[in-house]
């Protein structure tokens, strides 16, 4: 019991506290130490927090709208009338994912144009596939004596998914989601390049004007919100294996 | 000019552009094959060492490739070392982890029965441990070859060459097929090597 607690608290409170505590511990140094007035200029506490809102704005909403459509097509695929056409899918996911992030963007950039709409929909696009995958792994993986067992103690169809499939399909789903999400944080930093903002800006603009210290603020807080994210998710993954 | 004229108008720069993005791909991966594997079976001695670099391992690989170029910029400048420096980093994680957990899922009634035939421990580690983690390793140098091969292309940012340049070029000249170009290369190289690289998993598996 204690030690559950103990890990409880280290998992949840202890080093989400220090990761936060150093993003907020470097934020302070470089506003008040940039080192040089081009440095200054773009080190100030509005503009870090419009680039750290701008790049949480991004994977927050095509994280979210990914997950809306990535779970329920992959429980569709796994339903009896559509599973036919379920491998197929997984091949064209796995080609999909097998694309770089880069030219995921740049291609939406010469179809759709510059801008944080564009850098969303990209993102959007390129998170729904490990979320797919997985709902749809996470269900196929199920043992068929499980789902009939249900099946034949009347439970209706949408109960046996509600309460059987699921459930035991979550801990892999939560997995997709951690997976995307990551990748996501990694992907948004490159909208930079077609105009969408974010901690990018920050790595680019450091690197064209020479300031190493622009570039480590913005690798930095990138990298601690992606570690942070990558952390939490893990935590409730972990929380619903246990349960 | 759309991107069918200058893949064919261009298509001596682009060949040169794609064997140097291979070749950076290929040197990063051979350098993190060699220092991975050598990792990966060190640490199945010991379990804490294991659980060390595993989270090392997996916390570099959630830094976004972008922060890890600008993180290392300062100390190497911009250039082909930096990019190579980067790359190396990524792929060493998958290796790592799948020499690690091919050596360990080897059941335990094979090695006692190798150790019982009077196998010395280098033996047994060259005859039989990695023999039988062969398929898994080959995974893991898959899944590295591919990612490594996505952050070539952002790496060329910085200078390190290879077909990312057809990317950034295109859009600060806003030249639409140059990237198009460029993305489809980059995008046929990746899914091409885990095609190939998927493969020779499946005939390692098989033996």
Known sequence: ?243 | MNVFEFMITRRESLWHLTVEHFYLVFLAVLIAVIIGIIVGIIITYSYTASVFALTICQVLMTVPSMAMLGFLLPFFGIGFRTGMIALVLYSLLPIVRNTYTGIREIPNSILESAYGMGMTPWHVLLRIQVPLALPVIMAGIRTATVMVIGIAAIASYIGAGGLGELIFHGISRTQPYRILAGAILISIMAVMADLILGWVEERLMVR
């Open chain 1, 1 to 243: 019991m204690m030690q559950e607690l103990r890990r409880k608290w280290k998992g949840w409170i202890l080093v989400p506290a220090i990761l936060l505590g150093l993003a907020i511990g470097l934020t302070v140094y470089v506003v008040n130490n940039p080192g040089g007035t081009m440095a200054a200029r773009m080190l100030t506490y509005p503009s870090i927090f419009r680039y750290l809102r701008e790049h949480v704005l991004m994977v927050l909403v095509s994280c979210l709208l990914a997950i809306g459509a990535g779970v329920p097509i992959g429980i569709m695929l796994t339903r009896p009338r559509f599973r036919s056409i379920g491998r197929v899918v997984e091949n064209i996911v796995n080609v999909g994912q097998t694309i770089p992030s880069l030219a995921i963007l740049a291609l939406f950039f010469t179809f759709l144009g510059r801008g944080f709409n564009t850098a969303v929909f990209a993102l959007w696009l390129y998170s729904i596939l490990p979320i797919l995958r997985n709902t749809y792994a996470g269900i196929m993986s199920i043992q068929p004596g499980i789902i009939e067992a249900a099946h034949g103690m009347g439970m209706t169809p949408l109960h046996v998914l509600g309460r059987i499939e699921l459930p035991l399909a979550y801990p892999v789903i939560m997995a997709g989601v951690r997976t995307a999400v990551v990748i996501n944080v990694g992907t948004a930093t490159l909208a930079t390049f077609i105009g969408a903002g974010g901690l990018g800006d920050l790595i680019v603009t450091g690197i064209s004007v020479g300031r190493p210290i622009i570039i480590f603020t913005g690798a930095a807080l990138s990298a601690i919100l992606a570690i942070l994210l990558d952390h939490i998710l893990g935590q409730i993954e972990e929380r619903l294996v246990g349960s």
